[in-house]
Nanobody, 121 residues
Framework: QVRLAESGGGSVQAGGSLRLSCRASGYFGNRYCMAWSRQAPGKEREVVARLEPIGRTTYADSVKDRFTISKDNTGTTLYLQMNNLKPEDTAMYYC???????????????WGPGTQVTVSS
């Protein structure tokens, strides 16, 4: 099972951009379903972007057309490019993984410790 570690969080003003990185302890390329999720204080954790081993991506409506999930060519680092950030994007962001079972389950069993993103108005 891979271990995950996020980086790249920080504080930005509304309209700004950040790129989050998630380094895995091993190759996840075509073996794992990957995702980025976030949790704001007092709110439930929300999956905002998913990447399947076949390359298909899906996004929550709240981030569609602003966030992009991708991976590097080595299949060991996952990214989340976040553009046009809004104050409501403020949250702890987590990288997640789940072994590919021939399909991608809706839940994930491996999580990183998270990286904080704060967007000011």
């Amino acid at each position: 099972q891979v271990r995950l570690a996020e980086s790249g969080g920080g504080s930005v003003q509304a309209g700004g951009s950040l790129r989050l990185s998630c380094r895995a302890s091993g190759y996840f390329g075509n073996r794992y379903c990957m995702a980025w999720s976030r949790q704001a204080p007092g709110k439930e954790r929300e999956v905002v972007a998913r990447l399947e081993p076949i390359g298909r991506t899906t996004y929550a409506d709240s981030v569609k057309d602003r966030f992009t999930i991708s991976k590097d060519n080595t299949g060991t680092t996952l990214y989340l490019q976040m553009n046009n950030l809004k104050p409501e994007d403020t949250a702890m962001y987590y990288c997640a993984a789940q072994e590919y079972l021939g399909y991608c389950p809706r839940t994930y069993n491996t999580w990183g410790p998270g990286t904080q993103v704060t967007v000011s108005s």
